[in-house]
């Protein structure tokens, strides 16, 4: 689909539930929503939207089609890197399970069953977010020690391959170094993940530089199949797993704007919520203007 299409087909209230499919739900994240197929899985993405680890009472209408839809057109440009969790005809695999809402065919994928890596693979490009207050105090990102004099949002030498703990929900993923992440899932497959990682990140920067984007920072999930193969999983290069800038307001010294809920997280600082639950009411002009952030991602990326 183009993208055009995409953003007609958006609701116009955010749906926030995933309810009444006769699939068993086998787990429910901040955003997706997991079901049980038998032979495979069904990842739903709802419309909510967390900051600071709280989901918000109010979702941004048509965010989990946006994502899924961004997720695909990635899914695509990288599998000549790697194979990944989309079984190939998702069109069919919808008809086949009796699938025929138009909304939940747009904001879902029919994936493979893989066991997932118990870590999350983070690549940064540039210095900002929580790397640049790591530089600020010690002259390091996760352990990499960096040029002296970098500023806030300057490209980094080379990109960095900086892996958390994937944390159980309602908890803090941690930063974790290269020995702690290979005892995790082994020497050899993290070697492979951290190489493919970056390929994936640069692969994306790229990318990103033709619609008119800098791919700033991005975070990748893995599985591996019965065989021991690496296959990418969850979403792929959304504005919800990374960061983009638009190229003509990229300038270093500040932290430049981006394509995702980081006006969300303004507002919510500027009214000095205190960051637990329960989450306060969003206005109506701070939904839309996020919404359309995530959809000029989509319209740069898929023209």
């Known amino acids: 689909m183009i993208s055009s299409e995409i953003a007609a087909s958006l609701p116009s209230r955010a749906v926030t539930s995933i309810d009444n499919l006769p699939f068993p739900r086998i787990a429910s994240g901040k955003v997706r929503e997991i079901f049980d197929l038998g032979d495979a899985l069904l990842l739903t993405a709802s419309d909510r939207l967390s900051a600071f680890d709280v989901i918000l009472p ?3 209408p048509g965010k989990g089609i946006i994502l899924t839809q961004i997720s695909n057109w990635w899914f695509a ?12 005809d998702q069109t ?6 009796g699938i025929t809402d138009r909304d939940l065919q747009l904001r879902s994928m029919i994936v493979r069953k893989l066991q ?6 983070v690549v940064r490009g540039y210095l900002v977010g929580s790397g640049w207050s790591s ?6 990102v996760c352990g990499h020690r960096l040029p002296a004099d970098l500023r806030q949002a300057d490209k980094l030498p080379q990109p960095l391959f900086t892996p958390t703990t994937k944390a159980p929900k309602g908890q803090h993923d941690e930063p974790i170094n290269d020995a702690q992440a290979s005892a995790i899932v082994g020497p050899a497959l993290y070697e492979k993940v951290k190489a493919t990682s970056i390929a994936l990140y640069q692969l994306g920067h790229d990318r990103a530089a033709k619609a008119g984007m800098i791919l700033a ?3 990748f999930e893995f599985g591996t199949d019965t065989a021991g193969n690496l296959v990418l999983i969850d979403e792929v290069l959304t504005p919800d797993s990374s960061r983009y800038w638009p190229a003509d307001q990229y300038r270093p010294d500040c932290s430049p704007p981006s394509y995702d809920k980081q006006f969300v997280r303004d507002h919510l600082l500027a009214i000095k919520w205190n960051q637990t639950p329960p989450a306060p009411s969003l206005p109506a002009d701070v939904i839309l203007r996020t ?3 995530y959809l000029a991602a989509l319209k740069n990326l898929l023209g």
């Not at 069919?92 to 399970?97: D, K, L, V």
């Not at 530089?135 to 390091?140: A, H, P, R």
Request: glycine residues 8%; contains cysteine; charged residues 30%.
């Open 116 to 121: 997932p890596l118990t870590i999350e693979c």
């Open 92 to 97: 069919g695999e919808f008809a086949r399970r």
């Open 217 to 219: 920072d991005t975070k």
């Open 58 to 60: 109010d979702g941004i």
């Open 291 to 293: 919404q359309e952030k």
């Open 77 to 88: 440009q990288t599998s000549r890197l790697l194979p990944n969790h989309l079984l190939p």
């Open 135 to 140: 530089y600020q105090k010690t002259g390091e």
